[in-house]
């Protein structure tokens, strides 16, 4: 199983960080052992600035290469909510040394997953998904702004890489991206419904 993470897939989030709007999607990948097992999140000691960054995820349930956009639909039937944390001052460094993201993206733990749900049960083109730190709205977000649908994204990234069945895309942050700390308690909402609640040590 692989993670396929796209990067500047909403244009406020791009704007925040200073990012220029992509052409393309922005693709870096995380091995499995980046999953988060269980709720507990501990802060890795070659960073000071997590960010969480609240993303949709595919989760892919038909294997597949070069996948037209037409046909992209049947290879995912399930979605979920995930955490993208990232290493911000990591990555700035090696942004300005050209160098790549993933020390600063792939490390263990980095990626939280919640359980997934079927993807006709939800509206995939206006899916409303939220985070609160600490009880505070820090992110709010809607499928219908992301630049790269989800079938834009599985045609693109089919080109490069075969897709698994079991493998995860997480589609994109939007703005509202922040550091975590110590005793920091992290929840996402699919919607209404809490799907992920993480405590940070």
Known sequence: MKIICIGRNYADHAKELGNEIPEDPVIFIKPDTAV??????????????????????????KSGKYILK????????????GIDFTARDFQNQLKTKRLPWELAKAFDGSAVVS?????????L???NFSLLKNGETVQQGSTSLMMFQPEDIIEFASKFFTLKAGDL??????KGVGKISEGD???GFLENEKVLDIRIF
Do not use: C, R, W
């Not at 037409?70 to 995912?76: D, G, P, R, S, W």
């Not at 359980?115 to 509206?123: A, G, I, M």
């Not at 895309?169 to 939007?174: E, K, Q, S, V």
């Open 36 to 61: 988060l097992k269980g709720n507990d999140f501990y802060i890795p000691e070659f960073s000071q600035e997590i960010h969480y960054e609240l993303e949709v995820v595919l989760k892919i349930s």
């Open 70 to 81: 037409e046909n992209a639909a049947k290879h995912f039937d399930e979605i979920g909510l």
């Open 115 to 123: 359980q997934f749900f079927p993807k006709e049960n939800l509206n």
């Open 125 to 127: 083109k206006n899916l």
């Open 169 to 174: 895309i997480f589609t994109g942050t939007p």
């Open 185 to 187: 308690m992290l929840q």
